[in-house]
Nanobody
Framework: QLQLVESGGGLVQPGGSLRLSCVAS????????MSWYRQAPGKERELVAS????????HYTDSVKGRFTISRDNAKNTVDLQMNSLKPEDTAVYYC??????????????WGQGTQVTVSS
């Protein structure tokens, strides 16, 4: 059973930076694809970025390309999201997700509890 905990959220001014972190406690996620999602009030949850198990494959949604960077450290069971040049529209609860396909072709998905990011003057 994989447990994920996000941290690093807070209040930041437009143009500022913030670094989010997601850690798995006592369970390795080295074989999982890791993703960051976000959800603003009244809106659908959307994918922000994802990274493959060996970091060779990375995806960003168009709205954050050039501003956000996803990275992972499998030895430490962490995945980070470095957010630069933040905009008010980046305000949302950010969630960490882990997923993998088992040997029985069953997809396992785990979610963290979320961390609030607020971009405002």
């Amino acid at each position: 059973q994989l447990q994920l905990v996000e941290s690093g959220g807070g209040l930041v001014q437009p143009g500022g930076s913030l670094r989010l972190s997601c850690v798995a406690s006592k369970v390795s996620f080295s074989n999982y694809v890791m993703s960051w999602y976000r959800q603003a009030p009244g809106k659908e949850r959307e994918l922000v970025a994802s990274i493959s198990s060996d970091s060779s494959g990375i995806h960003y949604t168009d709205s954050v390309k050039g501003r956000f960077t996803i990275s992972r450290d499998n030895a430490k069971n962490t995945v980070d999201l470095q957010m630069n040049s933040l905009k008010p529209e980046d305000t949302a609860v950010y969630y960490c997700k882990a997923s993998r396909t088992t040997n029985w072709a069953r997809i396992e998905t785990y979610w963290g509890q979320g961390t609030q990011v607020t971009v405002s003057s």
